[in-house]
């Protein structure tokens, strides 16, 4: 675990403010366009070559390209198939050799032209790239790094972006500017020796209060667009001191409400899902059919984390995790809530704000207000 101490003011989250940058750039290719067919001999359907002629030519359209296999006139080239002859440099080059009887079609077995790109320019030296080019291209790998940098950029699960919440009485700034990021996969403690300041973080973590000023963001929303049922019905799990579960129902019934309050479609039985997550925190079957009233204290804070985990929330916040436990009380929830934040298949970030010492030092990182 790392103690590690983090003030808001250092924890920036990206601005709203900063340049867009989608990352993109514009590579140019070089393309051949040259749109040559090397199939320039076909024989007319039904007639068989002559035995005097070629079978396939070579068709070149450069000037100071090398003669071509065959004339104009159809009468064979002086320079055997096959033969030595020379370019216009002087340096001497092999023309390809084919059997008398090869059609169009057999173009296949060919020999492939020194230069892949166009048989036509086979005996042209590839073109030595200006200093200008080299510029560019150094250019737009900076940009594609560049680009790379932002497309895997991570952004927070959970965070308070600039968010600003003044008392309704005195007018006091409770939350001033707090920019706060958490992730999934870790369990995060934020600490305040303020009641008031305590009371407005947990208000607007748990989407029970809108700040001023600044947004509270899920992923990529804001949970001021959200309809409260979606927020603590589908993305947020708030496990409170007080009222956290129904005195008068018992562990399985507790969980059956709160699933039938979140308006969703489950794939399996209510009761069955239950089950599984009571198994989950821990809870003693035992209890299961006992009111929530008369569990003991350590039962009551499992069904608590169970009901706030049952629809799968992304976020959960917990006041005060082992307020009231002793010591085996107290570690039996911090490796549970432990276990849930480091948990690959079901991600989530556990976030206790809390000013107990144990707490914290249970905690992966740790802000102070």
């Known amino acids: 675990m790392s103690d590690t101490l983090h003030n808001t003011s250092d924890h920036n989250m990206p601005d709203e403010d900063a340049p867009d940058n989608d990352g993109t750039s514009t590579l140019n290719e070089h393309t051949d366009a040259t749109g040559a067919d090397a199939d320039t001999g076909n024989t007319p359907s039904g007639q068989a070559p002559s035995p005097t002629e070629i079978p396939f030519d070579i068709v070149y359209d450069d000037e100071d390209a090398i003669t071509p296999a065959a004339v104009a006139d159809g009468k064979p080239d002086d320079t055997p198939i096959g033969d030595q002859a020379e370019d216009p440099d002087g340096s001497p080059t092999t023309e390809p050799t084919a059997d008398a009887g090869a059609t169009s079609s057999d173009t ?104 001023d000023t600044g947004q509270v963001m899920l992923k990529s929303a804001d949970l001021a667009t959200m309809p409260s049922v979606a927020i603590r019905g589908h993305r947020i799990g708030l496990v409170p001191q007080r009222f956290a579960v129904r005195d008068d129902l018992d562990a399985t019934s507790n969980l059956v409400y709160t699933m039938q309050a979140a308006d969703r479609t489950f794939l399996r039985p209510m009761r069955d899902l239950a089950h599984d997550l009571l198994a989950t925190v821990g809870f003693s079957a035992a209890a299961t059919g006992t009111p929530a009233a008369d569990l003991d204290m350590l039962d009551q804070r499992r069904l608590a984390i169970a009901r706030a985990i049952a629809c799968e929330a992304t976020a959960v916040i917990v006041d005060a995790p082992t307020v009231s436990l002793d010591d085996a009380g107290s570690t039996a ?24 010492e144990r707490d914290l030092n249970a905690a992966d990182e740790r802000f102070e207000l």
Do not use: W
């Not at 077995?109 to 080299?134: K, L, M, V, Y």
């Not at 003044?166 to 305040?192: C, E, I, M, P, W």
């Open 108 to 211: 296949s077995s060919i020999p492939t032209p020194a230069n892949e790109h166009d048989s036509r320019t086979a005996s042209e030296p590839d073109a030595t790239p200006a200093a200008g080019d080299t510029e560019e291209d150094d250019h737009l790998a900076v940009t594609d790094e560049v680009a790379d940098e932002i497309l895997l950029k991570s952004y927070p699960t959970f965070a308070l972006n600039h968010a600003t919440l003044h008392d309704r009485k005195s007018g006091r700034a409770l939350l001033d500017n707090v920019q706060l990021g958490f992730y999934s996969g870790r369990l995060y403690a934020v600490t305040t020796h303020d009641a008031d300041q305590r009371h407005a973080l947990l208000s607007v973590l748990g989407g029970l209060r809108r700040p």
């Open 333 to 356: 929830i911090l490796t549970l809530l432990t276990t849930l934040a480091h948990d690959t298949t079901t991600p989530r970030c556990v976030i206790m704000v809390t000013d107990e």
